[in-house]
């Protein structure tokens, strides 16, 4: 059989195989042990009896938070893709491998908040409603056009672009201060304990994919230094005044925020989220490569241990490696 001329080299018959060693691999033992969980297999029917005993302003702001994580995770299942080519295309199989699981749970997540509306709020109404013009424009705008550009563009710069919009904004960032919120408002009142399980194993998903950012961006750090240190740092602080507002609206619209939750506070929690993402990121700086493929602690997932719905996780929640 002749062979295309563009045929490619397959890495795991190569000499080298598999680099179990890497971060990624072991990301992905933790995502096939940890990750094979059924959103449908969660029993909603004490959630619906909750729901139906809530103020319909309690019902409109969980509506308004469940919407906008239901926005993002289907956002990333349709725009993921192209990173996914651009480690493939590098050789990356191992990082490869990870972000297929990566894909997955995010349309498990996707499945997951969709039946919060058809199952348990019972609402088929147009959602976007719910969508502020800076979650719109992070949404509709930067993250598509960040990932899009990885098909014509593979540079330093464009990974980098791509990988903070998602994993270190819109994970790291508001995606944590939505999981804040949620529990303040369900696990604080004893609410929808089958959403506080569906939310606490998203979690769990989530803080792989962190981790696996931390590592992707602390490779770029390593291989490529200031060129990709400042890209990062310019892509956080063009984004941060969109996430601040965003956060801010989880209450703006209330005299009194349902389930009395602070918008300052969210606010604050998103702040604090968006600092530690960076200083993360920062210590690649100092280390070489080999160090942040070989370090055994370098990818804990970077979630608070007192967020009240950590409690509902196993103890093998957090991210680390091994």
Same mark, same amino acid.
């Given at each position: 059989?002749?062979?295309p001329? *563009?045929?490619h080299t397959?890495?795991s018959? #190569? ?13 992905w ?5 940890l990750?094979v969980w059924?959103?449908?297999?969660i ?11 809530l103020?319909a302003?309690?019902?409109?702001? =969980?509506?308004s938070?469940c @919407?906008?994580?239901?926005?993002g995770?289907?956002s990333v ?9 651009v480690v493939?295309q590098?050789?990356r199989?191992e990082e490869?491998?990870? =972000? ?7 349309a498990?997540?996707?499945? &997951?908040f ?10 088929h ?7 502020s013009?800076?979650?719109?424009q992070?949404?509709y ?7 899009n ?9 464009a990974q980098?672009n791509?990988s ?6 819109i994970?790291g960032?508001?995606a944590?201060?939505?999981?804040y919120?949620? #529990?303040?408002?369900?696990?604080r009142?004893?609410l929808m304990?089958? %959403? ?7 979690k769990? *998903?989530e +803080? ?8 992707? =961006?602390s490779?770029?750090?390593a291989?490529h &230094?200031?060129r990709?240190w ?8 063009y984004?941060?005044? =969109?996430?601040?507002? +965003? +956060? ?6 209330y005299?009194?925020?349902?389930f009395n939750?602070?918008p300052?506070?969210? @606010?604050?929690?998103? @702040?604090t989220?968006?600092?530690?993402r960076?200083e993360?990121?920062?210590?690649a700086?100092?280390?070489t ?7 055994l ?9 007192d967020?009240? %719905?950590d409690?509902?996780?196993d103890?093998?929640?957090?991210a680390?490696?091994?």
């Amino acid at each position: 059989m002749t062979l295309p001329t *563009d045929y490619h080299t397959l890495s795991s018959t #190569s000499p080298r195989g598999l680099r179990q060693y890497l971060p990624p691999m072991r990301l992905w033992q933790k995502a096939k042990r940890l990750g094979v969980w059924n959103p449908v297999d969660i029993d909603l029917t004490q959630d619906k009896l909750d729901w139906q005993g809530l103020k319909a302003e309690e019902q409109e702001y =969980l509506l308004s938070i469940c @919407s906008r994580f239901l926005a993002g995770e289907e956002s990333v299942t349709l725009d993921l893709l192209p990173l996914l080519k651009v480690v493939a295309q590098e050789g990356r199989i191992e990082e490869e491998m990870f =972000l297929t699981s990566f894909l997955w749970e995010e349309a498990k997540h996707v499945e &997951g908040f969709r039946r919060f509306f058809d199952e348990v709020a019972d609402e088929h109404s147009d959602l976007t409603r719910f969508y502020s013009p800076p979650f719109k424009q992070i949404f509709y705008d930067e993250l598509p056009r960040a990932m899009n550009q990885l098909y014509t563009d593979t540079s330093v710069e464009a990974q980098v672009n791509a990988s903070v919009t998602y994993n270190m904004i819109i994970e790291g960032v508001m995606a944590e201060t939505g999981y804040y919120v949620f #529990s303040l408002a369900l696990t604080r009142n004893n609410l929808m304990p089958g %959403m506080q399980q569906f939310v606490a194993n998203l979690k769990r *998903d989530e +803080s792989r994919h962190i981790a696996f950012a931390v590592y992707f =961006l602390s490779r770029l750090v390593a291989e490529h &230094g200031d060129r990709a240190w400042n890209t990062i740092e310019q892509r956080m602080q063009y984004l941060l005044p =969109l996430v601040q507002e +965003s +956060s801010q609206r989880y209450g703006v619209s209330y005299t009194i925020v349902p389930f009395n939750i602070d918008p300052e506070e969210t @606010s604050a929690y998103s @702040s604090t989220q968006y600092q530690k993402r960076l200083e993360r990121i920062k210590k690649a700086r100092g280390q070489t490569l080999d160090e942040i493929n070989n370090e055994l602690e370098s990818l804990e997932s970077i979630q608070d241990s007192d967020t009240p %719905m950590d409690g509902a996780v196993d103890s093998n929640y957090h991210a680390t490696i091994d």
